[in-house]
């Protein structure tokens, strides 16, 4: 089964994908808050995918999910990065596809598409 990265600034979503992520029978092994923590744990962990919110709170290497996703794909061409959005962020996700993201899930996650990305990438 495959090792994943989740990277979201709010808590209680880590969570929730994080109970998908442990009954579709795969590994959890980083979390991140923020676009920098996830570039630093991305190059520690090196996981099969990573799961990114795209927006997050702005750090000084990375002021969103898009800015870590071009840096994780720079550091990693074949990094597989999924982004997570809200409804409503199409121009965001068509720029996060541009830039190198596999996919995309939105929020609420519904546990069946994110097993099917979960499955399709690992």
């Known amino acids: 089964m495959g090792t994943i990265m989740i990277v979201d600034d709010a808590s209680f979503m880590r969570a929730v994908l994080k109970k998908i992520i442990l009954q579709s029978g795969h590994e959890v092994i980083a979390e991140a808050t923020s ?4 570039i630093t744990q991305y190059q520690q ?12 709170p702005p750090g000084p290497k990375a002021k969103d999910g898009i800015e870590a996703l071009k840096q994780i794909v720079a550091s990693n ?7 997570c959005s809200s409804m409503g962020q199409q121009a965001l996700i ?10 995309f899930v939105v929020k609420p996650f519904q546990p069946q ?10």
Do not use: N, T
Not at 77 to 83: F, G, I, L, N, R
């Open 35 to 38: 676009g920098d923590e996830a």
């Open 45 to 56: 962990a090196k996981p099969d995918l990573v799961l990114m919110d795209i927006i997050m």
């Open 77 to 83: 061409p074949e990094a597989k990065v999924v982004m």
């Open 94 to 103: 068509a720029e996060a596809i541009k830039l190198g993201a596999k996919d």
């Open 113 to 122: 598409k994110v097993m099917e990305v979960l499955s399709k990438y690992c």
